[in-house]
């Protein structure tokens, strides 16, 4: 069974930074990463990474966070600095297995104020 679980959001003022991570287990995973959802929005990719280590950003958020992967522990982390009150929405874990079947977390909230 699939279980992917994060942790790290919470509340942080303008320019603060927050770090998500997110812990898999139940299967061998090609790409992980992180969306997120703002109120009224679509999901969105923040950003995802190869087992290989290839990376890809959102534009909105080149420059200011930073995912991270440890193959053998099955984890991805998100560093988020410089945050923005546009960042604040519910973050997702994101993994995709050799089957290319998108497997999803609970969801972490992350809220920035002003």
């Known amino acids: 069974q699939v279980q992917l679980v994060e942790s790290g959001g919470g509340l942080v003022q303008t320019g603060g930074s927050l770090r998500l991570s997110c812990a898999a287990s139940g299967s061998i995973f090609t790409t992980m990463g992180w969306y997120r959802q703002a109120p009224g929005k679509q999901r969105e990719l923040v950003a995802s990474i190869t087992r290989a280590g290839t990376t890809n950003y959102a534009d909105s958020i080149k420059g200011r966070f930073t995912i991270s992967r440890d193959n053998a522990k099955n984890t991805v982390n998100l560093q988020m600095n410089s945050l923005e009150p546009e960042d604040t929405a519910v973050y997702y874990c994101?993994?995709?297995?050799?089957?290319?079947?998108?497997?999803w977390g609970q969801g972490t909230q992350v809220t920035v104020s002003s």
């Open positions: 994101n993994a995709v297995n050799w089957g290319n079947r998108y497997y």
